[in-house]
């Protein structure tokens, strides 16, 4: 019975979570005894339809990746919340996809927008002291994650500057 | 509107939920507090945990998994205390049997050093009002050395299970410490839970640093104690060392409480009192300058009132044990109050 257990809930589980961790930009250079020394120091969340992950300018500690299930992020605006259903609409969150990186680098780094799930939805979370404990224990393994997070946190900052000069010329030739 | 029943619906299972966590850390910690020698079997394997994370991280560092780590850090750390402890307990036994046999003596010194500085005082200010502090520092004097020589021994005959449980506790905390603090946090409310792993963190960083620094500032000084009274042949060396570094590890009034023995010693036995007292003065100075500012000095400090005030409950609940573990008790209950205070005022916006 017990073996049963194991093998179809619990070993299904630890299998999926590996899976999603591999297709993972930031743990993609382990190999999969590596990936079972990083779970260890992973956290499973499982969130209702409508309930929160995390709430515009709250402090945040750590970044989440999509287990199973769908995560709405939106904006609060002085006349919107989220908790009130106002809040707007950015972008729709699927299994695989990560969220929330910046604040597993930044101290007191605060929640850009808010992260709301869609239906029943599972999330890993991947937090500022899991990663001093990592870091402190196994080095190697720290380092190269940290390395794929910058890269990530690179390419953003590219991107961003791309969008900025493209909003600065567009609002010269408006200007003109 | 169905987002705003959903969320109403949602708080209120948040909120059961949170009710159930702090519940559980209730019954958890007034099962500490109500089953014999739980408590300081806990706070010893706490002590014992910090001092061995350090190097259990070494180990791991050096690809070893973590269960062999704890358990050769472990094989090698009592193997060194039980060497230390074969070694140093002849001498320690030898110097106990001789203090014993002349403490009469000790406590008839002091008495009449005490009656000779009363009868100046009272010279001198004239009063028919008599103190006799010497007579009450007698009858203290001898209650002190009977909890020494008679209740230490029974207390330690009788925590022997909490003796052996501290290391079979703190073994597990260390090799299981990572799935353990992952279980407590599984049943943390998702909307706490970052605060809940935060402040987790927080306590035990502040906490290891905190324990790890004050046992090397003690053991220092006991060393430099230990090699000063030796130089001079100064009696009962090995025992005012030990004695020495035990009150290092109360803040403040600790290295005074550390060296008044000595001095005692000192002037009971007509010997120089400036040797001694540099000796001391020399392990404060070496600690001040270098091991305070390198190791100390990141860590939590307690008021000077706090301190005193926290011995005195520490000793009123727990004896000599209780005055060593007030300390770090009171420093665990400030760092906690202090990173749940933080936190309430600036987690949320």
């Known amino acids: ?176 | 509107m169905n987002i705003l029943i959903q969320q109403y619906r949602l708080k209120k299972i948040e909120r059961l939920k949170l009710i159930l966590f702090l519940s559980i850390l209730a019954v958890a910690l007034l099962i500490l507090l109500k089953v014999d020698n739980m408590l300081l079997s806990f706070l010893l394997a706490f002590v014992l945990k910090y001092t061995l994370a350090p190097l259990i991280n070494y180990a791991e560092r050096k690809n070893i998994d973590r269960s062999h780590a704890t358990l050769l850090v472990f094989v090698l750390f009592f193997s060194i205390i039980g060497a230390l402890i074969y070694w140093a307990l002849p001498y320690i036994s030898v110097q106990l049997k001789a203090f014993h046999a002349e403490l009469p003596r000790y406590i008839e010194g002091t008495r009449s050093l005490i009656f000779d500085i009363e009868s100046r005082v009272e010279e001198v200010i004239n009063t028919s009002v008599e103190f006799n502090l010497s007579a009450q520092a007698e009858s203290l004097m001898v209650s002190w050395t009977k909890s020494l020589f008679e209740d230490l021994p029974n207390f330690l005959s009788k925590s022997l299970t909490t003796i052996l449980l501290a290391p079979f506790f703190a073994y597990f905390l260390l090799k299981d410490s990572q799935s353990i603090s992952k279980k407590l946090l599984d049943l943390v409310p998702n909307s706490f839970f970052e605060l809940a792993l935060s402040l987790q963190y927080q306590i035990n960083e502040q906490m290891g640093q905190f324990i790890r620094a004050r046992l090397l500032e003690a053991f220092i000084v006991g060393m430099l104690v230990w090699v000063g009274l030796s130089i001079i042949g100064f009696p009962f060396s090995h025992l005012l060392a030990l004695f020495a570094a035990l009150t290092n590890l109360i803040p403040y009034i600790g290295p005074i409480i550390g060296a008044i023995p000595a001095l005692i010693i000192a002037m009971i036995n007509g010997a120089g009192l400036l040797p001694v007292i540099g000796i001391y003065a020399f392990a404060q100075l070496i600690d001040m300058l270098f091991i305070i500012p390198l190791v100390v000095a990141k860590i939590v400090n307690l008021h000077p009132i706090t301190v005193v005030v926290s011995i005195i409950i520490g000793a009123q609940l727990l004896g000599i044990v209780g005055m060593l573990v007030s300390i770090p008790a009171a420093s665990m209950i400030k760092v906690t109050a202090q990173n749940v205070y933080h936190h309430l005022i600036n987690f949320r916006a």
Not at chain 1, 63 to 70: C, E, F, P, S
């Open chain 1, 1 to 176: 019975m017990i073996n049963y257990l194991w093998e179809n809930l619990f070993k299904r589980n630890e299998d999926h979570v590996s899976k999603v961790l591999s297709n993972n930009i930031l743990f993609k250079d382990l190999n999969s005894s590596e990936l079972k020394t990083v779970a260890n120091f992973l956290h499973i969340r499982h969130y209702r339809p409508a309930e929160l992950v995390f709430r515009q300018n709250e402090i945040g500690v750590g970044m989440y990746i999509i287990l199973k299930g769908r995560i709405d992020i939106l904006i609060e605006s002085n006349a919107t919340t989220v908790e009130e259903d106002t809040g707007d609409f950015i972008t729709r969150l699927e299994e695989g996809d990560l969220m929330g990186e910046l604040s597993l680098i930044e101290e007191n780094s605060r929640r850009t927008a808010s992260a709301r799930a869609m239906n029943e939805a599972s999330l890993i979370g991947f937090f500022q002291p899991d990663l001093k404990n990592l870091l402190q224990s196994h080095p190697e393994i720290g380092a190269r994650i940290l390395l794929r997070l910058s890269q990530v946190l690179g390419r953003r900052l590219s991107e961003t500057a791309t969008k900025i000069t493209e909003l600065k010329k567009q609002i010269q030739s408006i200007k003109a």
